[in-house]
């Protein structure tokens, strides 16, 4: 009789150990990447001290590597692309290998907020070192190109005489604060939040403890909802609670780039006095708990979105404030896109006037003409807006039509074409180090040859035009979204776009479909564009919005495979 064999019993599987990500609070401290060995190594505040008192005098060629790619950042500095390297070797090139000896400086706003006194500045400044460059950004921030590292003490001197700064502009740090652009003096608005903003400015900016994150921190802070709250790290929208009554309804966890999300909601009311200690609680969870192994997955949102809604506000609530906060079920945001283009009125009599120059580029000449037009007529204040925009604010009535042909002498219309008032672009290849095509030329004119084919356009239409995948212009949530890289064209590799259509904030807050291995070239930009709106014209419901409209539309309308056109519509050729 055979003797049985011996059964050895299974090993059990071994659990596969789950990596670190760098998470302070769960003793993760040795730094995982190179970002995080160069915080580790130096403070990035300390950097200013050197620039100061070594790099401005000794030159370009005396910057620490470690400064000039890193720490830079935290007061608003990067190094702008050299020119004449094309898109095709933005992947290949080492950074050094990218860099300029000149840098690109962002001043930030907090809130968009600016005297005529320090709109001329700004206009001086860059007429003095930055080759009269000036940008309006989506972060209510102006951006120059060209500056020396010689000038940059003289500029911070010139720029905090008048209460502006480059402090954490930039960096693994809480960014330029977005704020309503009519705060305070919109009828609509549930309440004046500039106040919170202020303060959050006045505590933590600047505060080493609050300057090492993960991560860039993006907030907004609005009595409206104006301020694109859904793609911020933290955001705060005026809402009415049936017992307490005016106060912030609290988003967390928003972002675009690669790996878009849109933020949520906890569903707590805050009190405006209390906005900045809970601000303090949400940047400390995402100091503390947020991922530093990977700078791919280093932002607020990837934490949001791994422990939930819930967790983070227990977290919140436990470790950081001590209490529990109010709850509150809000409705969602009827509105989206609020540029505050046109002539609006305030609660105090007055009015305010939006106006748009195209793309966001403006000059330092530009800036001091309006800065002219603002004292002619008593204007109140400028501010800037996350749509590239400026409105002018504390008009009165009286000198409305004066001012409005003066700022239109300008180039600076607040009668502006549907095209030039809801088009975006980031910087793009001129300037930018990351990006792969050229967009604030293209974009400008995209919408110079769509004003000649649709004159009388009588729906928004909202175009992002971005220079590569970062979404720096929201790609994402734009009607038409355009993401640069490069295509073939034949044989040959050009410049070219990735198209998402249908993306939007608000009631209909979503990502714009991407079309399945369609691209534009840059060429062919301006026909593919008149060949969807003509569809959408020609297809759409009464009252249908063109998001709606991409919805339910067949791809090759999408695609501009076939061709529609709306009755009574003559597209100029």
């Not at 019993?9 to 596969?16: E, M």
């Not at 003490?153 to 930039?170: D, F, Q, Y």
């Not at 939007?504 to 991407?514: D, I, V």
Request: hydrophobic letters at 40%; glycine letters at 10%; charged letters at 25%.
């Amino acid at each position: 009789m055979a003797t049985p064999t011996r059964q050895t019993p299974a090993r059990p599987a071994r659990a596969k150990q789950k990596r670190g990500e760098g998470q302070w609070a769960l003793g993760y401290r040795e730094p995982l990447n190179p970002n995080e060995r160069s915080k580790k190594d130096d403070h990035p505040l300390n950097v200013r001290a050197r620039i100061e008192n070594i790099y401005a005098h000794r030159g370009f060629d005396a910057i620490d590597p470690g400064d000039l790619r890193g720490r830079f950042r935290w007061f608003g500095l990067y190094t702008q692309r050299k020119p004449g390297i094309d898109g095709g070797r933005t992947a290949t090139l080492e950074p050094e290998e990218l860099d300029d000896r000149y840098l690109m400086m962002r001043v930030r706003t907090d809130g968009g907020g600016l005297t005529t006194g320090q709109l001329r500045v700004l206009g001086e400044l860059s007429q003095d070192y930055a080759r009269d460059t000036a940008d309006i950004t989506d972060r209510q921030n102006i951006q120059y190109h060209w500056i020396r590292i010689e000038d940059v003490p003289t500029i911070w001197s010139r720029l905090e005489e008048v209460g502006l700064t480059t402090m954490e502009a930039c960096g693994d740090s809480p960014r330029g604060m977005l704020g309503s652009a009519v705060a305070g003096i919109a009828a609509a608005e549930v309440l004046d939040a500039s106040s919170a903003l202020a303060e959050i400015r006045r505590r933590y900016i600047g505060d080493p403890k609050y300057a090492n994150l993960p991560r860039k921190f993006k907030t907004a802070i609005s009595g409206l909802t104006d301020i694109v709250h859904e793609l911020n790290d933290i955001s705060f929208v005026g809402v009415e609670h049936p017992e307490h009554g005016p106060g912030l309804d609290l988003w967390v966890g928003g972002g675009l780039s690669t790996n878009p999300m849109l933020a949520q909601r906890l569903g707590a009311w805050i009190p405006l006095d209390e906005v900045p200690d809970v601000w303090e609680g949400v940047v400390s969870i995402f100091r503390d708990y947020g991922y530093r192994r990977l700078r791919s997955r280093a932002r607020l949102k990837f934490l949001v979105a791994d422990w939930g809604v819930e967790k983070f506000r227990e977290v919140l609530e436990n470790e950081y404030l001590g209490r529990p906060l109010v709850s509150l079920d809000s409705p969602v945001s009827p509105v989206g896109h609020r540029d505050h283009v046109g002539v609006h009125p305030q609660h105090d009599g007055k009015v305010y006037v939006g106006i748009a120059p195209t793309v966001g580029r403006v000059s330092g000449s530009l800036l001091l003409r309006l800065a002219e037009v603002m004292e002619r007529y008593a204007v109140a204040g400028a501010r800037l807006t996350p749509y590239q925009k400026l409105v002018l604010v504390g008009v009165e009535p009286a000198v409305l039509d004066d001012l409005l042909d003066d700022l239109d002498a300008i180039g600076l219309s607040a009668r502006p074409s549907a095209w030039r008032q809801n088009t975006m672009a980031c910087t793009g290849i001129e300037f930018c180090k990351l990006a792969i095509v050229d967009t604030k030329n293209r974009a400008r004119d995209l919408v110079a040859e769509l004003e000649r084919r649709f004159p009388d356009l009588d729906v928004p239409i909202t175009v992002n035009v971005n220079g590569c995948p970062n979404a720096c212009a929201r790609t994402q949530v734009a009607d038409i979204g355009l993401k640069g890289q490069l295509v073939m064209d034949g044989d040959h590799q050009v410049e070219g776009f990735q198209v998402h259509l249908g993306g939007a904030t608000g009631l209909q807050a979503g990502f714009g479909r991407k079309l399945r291995a369609h691209k534009v070239t840059s060429a062919g930009l301006d026909d593919y564009v008149t060949t969807v709106v003509s569809n959408f014209l020609a297809d759409r419901g009464d009252g249908e919005s063109f998001a709606t409209w991409v919805a339910r539309a067949d791809e090759e309308l999408l695609r501009g495979d076939k061709v529609l056109v709306a009755p009574g519509l003559e597209v100029a050729s």
